[in-house]
């Protein structure tokens, strides 16, 4: 059973338009966690989930915005995506959160490619 | 400076070299130190961590931390094909806020 599941896998779309990346966690984790990882392969946290409360917000544009309907979801919504936009985005999980500065073994999804032409 | 600098590789060693990846960094708040290993294609995933300062080892992999250097590093002992990989530094600690960082990574290639 894959523990952290993302879909799209890929994600080709046009400027403009507005697009969502969903994610799913069956580990029972309190926490979620949507990363950017650009071409360099710079991987960036853009917000953080803690029992469906948002409780790290990066400075990521407001065309980004995350929902989480229950703990066990996180989805991203892009709004009027742009060509910086693409990237692979990673939703992640852990027990507890990272924010307290502690050690927390997040699980990382498989990824999804978004290409934005 | 960048709050966590790794040298992106890529990094080409024949199999069974011993191999060394190194992060340095900038914040002194830092008191986890965790390494993460990414195939090609795939989400990151947690290889081994550290807490402050010293050695720790798991089979062929010892992480290291220097915290008065702020310099950890990684070594891969007998390495295999099957560790060509981007390995990826991340760190925590520090006050209430955001505070965890992970390093650009280093791309590995171990030719057999």
């Known amino acids: 059973d894959t523990a952290v599941s993302q879909t799209p896998k890929y994600l080709v779309t046009q400027m403009g338009n507005d697009k969502s990346i969903k994610c799913e966690q069956n580990l029972g984790h309190d926490t979620m966690y949507w990363y950017k990882q650009d071409s360099k392969k710079f991987l960036k946290i853009m917000f953080s989930?803690?029992?469906?409360?948002?409780?790290i917000n990066e400075t990521v544009p407001n065309r980004f915005s995350p929902k989480s309907p229950d703990k066990a979801h996180l989805n991203l919504h892009i709004n009027s995506l742009e060509l910086g936009d693409s990237a692979v985005y990673f939703c992640?999980?852990?027990?507890?959160?990272?924010?307290?500065?502690?050690?927390?073994?997040?699980?990382f999804g498989p990824g999804t490619r978004l290409l934005v032409l | 400076q960048k709050e966590v600098e790794q040298d992106p590789g890529p990094l080409s060693v024949p199999e069974g070299a011993i191999v060394s990846l190194n992060c340095t960094y900038s914040?002194?708040?830092?008191?986890?130190f965790m390494w993460y290993r990414q195939y090609s294609r795939k989400g990151p995933e947690l290889l081994m961590y550290t807490y402050s300062s010293g050695n720790k080892e798991d089979g062929r992999f010892t992480a290291q931390v220097d915290k008065s250097s702020k310099y950890i590093s990684l070594f891969i002992r007998d390495s295999q094909p099957s560790d060509s990989a981007t390995y990826l530094c991340?760190?925590?600690?520090?006050?209430?806020?955001?505070?965890?960082?992970f390093g650009p990574g280093t791309r590995l290639s171990v030719l057999p």
């Open positions: 991340a760190m925590s600690g520090g006050n209430y806020g955001q505070n965890f960082v």
């Open positions: 914040n002194s708040a830092f008191q986890y």
């Open positions: 989930y803690n029992n469906k409360e948002l409780i």
């Open positions: 992640a999980s852990s027990q507890d959160s990272i924010r307290g500065g502690g050690l927390e073994t997040q699980y």
